[in-house]
């Protein structure tokens, strides 16, 4: 049973080395005065964030650095930035979850320690692939041979919770290299797999390429063999899946995106980054380049504001809950909204649980496994 996490803190850091053929996130080339605009800027909002009383009297119980690669940062500045938190917010879990995105060949052993001193218990390593070849493709900028050096760094520098990105239907991709990248990561021990289908974003130069026949994706049966390698090789390893993507020992489920799958409040800071909380989200200025300008502390902190009524949000958050493994729990969803799901859904729920796709027992609505395959399909049922 996945722990029920507080709310959390999300940092976005939008520097890349060179962006990827698949990426349609918010982020901007790395410059060093770039990077000094960002510090002060950042850091700036979370001094006036802290002050708003919303945010002030609220108990965090992690903190999660995104991006973008926040591994291009200078380890003093993450680690002022990371202190600079724990000292305006409201902390008090014994052990707060304190994540890190890395991508391979932007850290060492040394870094690595820094950042470990620092705070930073966890650490998300995008490695994406295993094979040279689909990593060219992606646009990746490290190796394998980097990414097995940082898999190694990582454990000698006392990270025993780490995090390994894959990526399965890349152009290219086949069931064997699938198997042997699986293979490969988990011969390194980590507790945590994030494990993606390939989007094709509309506008990325990925899309471009197979629009024009330049790539090819794999075809839905390849991509539904390469799920069911998935469970072949990670539950003999002892991972257990927990969400629609993500597989962990137990006990190292990242408490942080519980939190965003559970619809749970969150403060976020940086250019795009997105703070909720009952419902209201507020959005801060996308550009990166105008939110160095200091923007990004306009009108309290965000640029934009919605909030959703109360049916919506209802709505949003089984859909949303429907992504862990666990699915809703449904006498504490209807205390939190005041609306049943059996009641609000009754249109729906009888033909999905009719042809095998959701499941009722003990009190939860879940996905049956039929229905992990087709996730996205089951949960636009509950939108």
């Not at 152009?171 to 042997?180: A, H, Y």
């Not at 974003?201 to 629009?211: H, K, N, Q, R, S």
């Not at 390893?237 to 942080?256: D, T, V």
């Amino acid at each position: 049973m996945v722990s029920v996490p507080g709310p959390g803190i999300y940092v976005h850091v939008p520097f890349c080395r060179q962006k990827c053929r698949y990426c349609s996130f918010v982020s901007r080339g790395y410059t060093s005065s770039a990077v000094r605009d960002y510090f002060q800027a950042v850091t700036a909002q979370i001094r006036h964030m802290r002050t708003c009383r919303s945010w002030k009297n609220m108990e965090f119980s992690t903190v999660f650095f995104g991006g973008g690669t926040p591994s291009l940062l200078a380890p003093d500045m993450l680690c002022e930035l990371v202190q600079l938190i724990l000292r305006s917010f409201r902390v008090p879990c014994r052990q707060p979850e304190i994540s890190i995105e890395i991508n391979p060949a932007t850290v060492n052993v040394q870094s690595l320690k820094q950042l470990r001193g620092c705070g930073f218990n966890r650490l998300s390593i995008g490695v994406q692939s295993m094979q040279a070849v689909e990593l060219a493709v992606l646009g990746r900028v490290h190796g394998v041979q980097e990414a097995i050096q940082t898999m190694q760094a990582a454990r000698a520098t006392g990270f025993e919770n780490y995090s390994v990105d894959l990526m399965y239907g890349i152009p290219g991709q086949d069931l064997s290299s699938w198997t042997e990248s699986l293979q490969q990561v988990l011969a390194h021990h980590p507790r945590h797999l994030s494990l993606y289908e390939l989007t094709v974003e509309e506008g990325t130069p990925m899309a471009e390429l197979v629009e024009r026949g330049q790539l090819v994706i794999p075809d839905e049966e390849l991509v539904l063999s390469m799920m069911e390698q998935i469970e072949k090789y990670l539950i003999p390893a002892g991972l257990q899946r927990y969400e629609i993507s993500n597989y962990a020992f137990p006990g190292y489920e990242c408490r942080h995106n519980c939190n965003y799958w559970r619809n749970g409040s969150y403060l976020g800071f940086g250019p795009s980054a997105v703070s909720a909380h009952q419902g209201t989200r507020w959005i801060t200025i996308s550009d990166p380049a105008a939110f160095n300008r200091g923007l990004g502390i306009a009108q309290d902190g965000t640029w934009e504001e919605e909030h959703l009524e109360q049916e919506a949000y209802f709505r949003e958050t089984v859909m949303i809950g429907l992504r862990m493994v666990q699915g809703i729990e449904l006498e504490s969803l209807g205390k939190r909204f005041g609306l049943s799901v059996l009641d609000y859904y009754k249109e729906v729920i009888p033909g999905l649980l009719k042809h095998g796709l959701i499941k009722i027992e003990e009190g939860r609505l879940f996905l049956s496994r039929k229905g992990m395959q087709v996730a996205n399909m089951v949960m636009a049922e509950f939108v």
